[in-house]
């Protein structure tokens, strides 16, 4: 079973979460069929935070069984701290 609470499946959420297979379960709930299910997506001003927020809607999907990695993101977040570290050049 996996829970998709309000604040990451409402319209105004910061981030959004698309599943894959999955199936509907005889009560409506999101189950999953198999393989990778989940992707999160998320906005903000710049990539470190767009990735804050992805991860913190990562952390608020309750799903025990799930896994998810911690390294989406990294270079793009390395790249855009070296820029701000050298003034934009």
């Known amino acids: 079973?996996?829970?998709?609470?309000?604040a990451v499946s409402s319209d105004d959420a910061?981030?959004?979460v698309f599943h894959a297979n999955t199936k509907s379960g005889?009560?409506?709930?999101?189950l999953a069929a198999g393989?990778?299910?989940l992707a999160?997506?998320?906005k903000g001003g710049s990539v470190g935070e767009?990735?804050?927020?992805?991860?913190?809607?990562?952390?608020?999907v309750d799903?025990?069984?799930?896994f998810c990695r911690?390294?989406?993101?990294?270079r793009a977040v390395e790249r855009e701290e070296r820029k701000g570290n050298l003034g934009g050049l």
């Not at 079973?1 to 309000?6: C, E, K």
């Not at 767009?50 to 608020?60: G, K, P, S, T, W």
Request: charged share 30%; glycine share 12%.
């Open 1 to 6: 079973l996996i829970d998709l609470p309000p």
């Open 26 to 30: 005889e009560g409506g709930e999101v």
């Open 70 to 74: 911690r390294d989406i993101g990294w």
């Open 14 to 16: 910061p981030a959004k």
């Open 40 to 42: 999160v997506a998320a």
């Open 50 to 60: 767009a990735q804050r927020r992805a991860y913190e809607a990562v952390d608020a």
């Open 63 to 66: 799903w025990p069984e799930g």
């Open 35 to 37: 393989g990778r299910v």
